[in-house]
């Protein structure tokens, strides 16, 4: 297939372009968290306390399993956007066959492997008794479905990585839609709760990416993808994990951490299960324009490494933490000052609303932080320093978050603000460091400026 263009970062304005790719990540991610979101609204008006714990304990693993794939393909993204930025069009074909190829295998044994383990791992969650089974439903359903969620996944990650943000876009709008009608028909119609909620996630992404593989038939890629590319190849795969897997790695230890977390606080009880259920599905829209810049972050930085522009790399970094700080500012307003009535949009029940506001106050200053730390880490993606990424992710979540929220849970019991404070405190640590390591980079950089000078 070969299509009309690619979308280059290497010349003109930053700022301007930057946001213009970043905006259709954004609401791709906005839709893609709806996805939690809407499950979690629509049991919590239809259902009781043991579904909406459910659900939420149950989208926290399929998270994290999701996120290992993820994390996987940004090496493509990099790759992609490094062959790009210095005008390998060939080998970025290459690149695209050999991750949709390998991806598919993998992808297929994890899914056979969590639908048998669905039980253990409700376990491992501490899922609080009135809530097992239907975790365990809600993990089966999904972890059948897993391929589909993984294909939908990397074909984000593959666009992305060629500067194109409105495919995800369009294919995570037709998800949502899929599922919100599907949520209300199988929950609120016909009363099938969690299965309902799995069932209309799985099939929403399976709609998605037959659609999105038809519109890519139709409309073609920028460059040709031939049926020889269309296998794994050794020397690309292993580069795409090479770049991915130290991302995937850290993510799914971040999302492990908060898999630590959710364990922790279901010791303390169903409503505090429920509450910080609720407090992280509104977390995670809080971190969306973050997390959009993040992903942005990675594709802008890498054409320009791969075209040998450090300092215009080292420019949107700052331009994207200027922008995402000012987001940051309004949405620690609302989460820190009503949170109660951001909680009251999934659930009636005063008990959880109160006790998801103390972990909404305590988060509300991790939005301001993760506006340095989640482009930092865009930006050392870009470079393809995912190492130190890695890195810097397991010390915040296991050697700052986890301990922090176990101190806590013990000392002071079911107050969930500051049980929430260790999400900060780890964010603070990883910054830190990730000043350091660009401190250091940018002296490399203008040291091989001198010496290639001198030269």
Same mark, same amino acid.
Request: proline share 3%; glycine share 10%; with cysteine.
């Given at each position: 297939m070969?299509?009309?263009?690619?979308?280059?970062?290497?010349?003109?304005?930053?700022?301007?372009? @930057?946001?213009?790719?970043? @905006?259709?990540v954004l609401l791709a991610l906005f839709l893609q968290t709806m996805y939690g979101a809407v499950?979690?609204?629509?049991?919590?008006?239809f259902c009781g306390a043991g579904d909406v714990s459910a659900v939420s304990t149950g989208g926290t693993m399929m998270f994290t399993l999701t996120s290992i794939f993820t994390g996987l393909s940004m090496g493509a993204t990099i790759l992609l956007g490094q062959n790009i930025g210095s005008g390998?069009?060939?080998?970025?074909?290459?690149?695209?066959?050999?991750?949709?190829? $390998?991806?598919?295998?993998?992808?297929?044994?994890?899914?056979?492997?969590?639908?048998? #383990? $669905?039980? #253990?791992? #409700?376990?491992?969650?501490?899922?609080p008794a009135e809530a097992f089974d239907g975790t365990v439903t809600y993990l089966r359903i999904c972890s059948g479905g897993l391929l589909f969620i993984i294909?939908?996944?990397?074909?984000?990650?593959?666009?992305?990585?060629?500067?194109? $943000?409105?495919?995800?876009?369009?294919?995570? #709008?037709?998800?949502?839609?899929?599922?919100?009608?599907?949520?209300?028909? @199988?929950?609120?119609?016909?009363?099938?709760?969690?299965?309902?909620?799995?069932?209309?996630t799985v099939f929403a992404q399976l709609i998605s990416v037959i659609l999105s593989v038809l519109i890519i038939r139709k409309q073609g890629l920028p460059f040709t993808v031939s049926r020889q590319y269309l296998k794994p190849q050794k020397k690309l795969v292993r580069k795409v994990f090479q770049l991915g897997l130290p991302i995937a790695f850290q993510d799914v230890l971040v999302s492990t951490s908060f898999l630590f977390i959710m364990g922790i606080v279901n010791t303390l009880g169903l409503i505090a299960s429920a509450s910080v259920g609720v407090a992280q599905r509104l977390s995670n829209f809080i971190m969306l324009v973050p997390s959009a810049y993040m992903q942005s972050m990675s594709a802008f930085v890498a054409q320009n490494v791969g075209a040998g522009k450090y300092d215009r790399a080292k420019k949107a970094l700052y331009c994207g933490i200027g922008t995402s700080l000012l987001v940051g500012l309004v949405t620690a307003y609302f989460s820190f000052f009503h949170g109660d009535i951001m909680a009251s949009i999934f659930t009636h029940d005063p008990a959880i609303i109160a006790s998801a506001w103390e972990y909404l106050k305590a988060f509300s200053i991790d939005t301001l932080l993760v506006s340095f730390l989640?482009?930092?880490?865009?930006?050392f993606n870009g470079y393809g320093k995912t190492t130190f990424v890695m890195a810097q992710g397991i010390i915040g979540a296991f050697g700052v978050r986890i301990p922090v929220a176990f101190v806590m849970s013990r000392i002071f019991g079911d107050n969930l603000f500051l049980v929430g404070l260790s999400t900060p405190a780890s964010t603070i640590v990883q910054i830190t460091l990730c000043l350091i390591v660009f401190a250091r980079l940018q002296h490399k950089i203008r040291k091989n400026a001198i010496e290639k000078a001198a030269a």
């Amino acid at each position: 297939m070969k299509g009309k263009t690619i979308r280059v970062f290497t010349e003109g304005r930053i700022l301007g372009p @930057l946001i213009k790719f970043a @905006l259709p990540v954004l609401l791709a991610l906005f839709l893609q968290t709806m996805y939690g979101a809407v499950d979690l609204l629509i049991i919590g008006q239809f259902c009781g306390a043991g579904d909406v714990s459910a659900v939420s304990t149950g989208g926290t693993m399929m998270f994290t399993l999701t996120s290992i794939f993820t994390g996987l393909s940004m090496g493509a993204t990099i790759l992609l956007g490094q062959n790009i930025g210095s005008g390998r069009a060939e080998e970025a074909g290459k690149v695209i066959g050999s991750t949709i190829t $390998s991806f598919a295998g993998l992808g297929l044994a994890v899914s056979i492997i969590a639908l048998a #383990a $669905s039980p #253990a791992l #409700a376990a491992l969650l501490q899922a609080p008794a009135e809530a097992f089974d239907g975790t365990v439903t809600y993990l089966r359903i999904c972890s059948g479905g897993l391929l589909f969620i993984i294909a939908f996944n990397v074909l984000g990650s593959v666009f992305r990585g060629i500067g194109n $943000s409105v495919m995800p876009l369009i294919s995570v #709008a037709i998800s949502t839609v899929v599922n919100i009608f599907g949520d209300l028909i @199988l929950i609120a119609v016909f009363g099938m709760g969690v299965a309902g909620a799995a069932i209309a996630t799985v099939f929403a992404q399976l709609i998605s990416v037959i659609l999105s593989v038809l519109i890519i038939r139709k409309q073609g890629l920028p460059f040709t993808v031939s049926r020889q590319y269309l296998k794994p190849q050794k020397k690309l795969v292993r580069k795409v994990f090479q770049l991915g897997l130290p991302i995937a790695f850290q993510d799914v230890l971040v999302s492990t951490s908060f898999l630590f977390i959710m364990g922790i606080v279901n010791t303390l009880g169903l409503i505090a299960s429920a509450s910080v259920g609720v407090a992280q599905r509104l977390s995670n829209f809080i971190m969306l324009v973050p997390s959009a810049y993040m992903q942005s972050m990675s594709a802008f930085v890498a054409q320009n490494v791969g075209a040998g522009k450090y300092d215009r790399a080292k420019k949107a970094l700052y331009c994207g933490i200027g922008t995402s700080l000012l987001v940051g500012l309004v949405t620690a307003y609302f989460s820190f000052f009503h949170g109660d009535i951001m909680a009251s949009i999934f659930t009636h029940d005063p008990a959880i609303i109160a006790s998801a506001w103390e972990y909404l106050k305590a988060f509300s200053i991790d939005t301001l932080l993760v506006s340095f730390l989640f482009c930092f880490i865009g930006y050392f993606n870009g470079y393809g320093k995912t190492t130190f990424v890695m890195a810097q992710g397991i010390i915040g979540a296991f050697g700052v978050r986890i301990p922090v929220a176990f101190v806590m849970s013990r000392i002071f019991g079911d107050n969930l603000f500051l049980v929430g404070l260790s999400t900060p405190a780890s964010t603070i640590v990883q910054i830190t460091l990730c000043l350091i390591v660009f401190a250091r980079l940018q002296h490399k950089i203008r040291k091989n400026a001198i010496e290639k000078a001198a030269a």
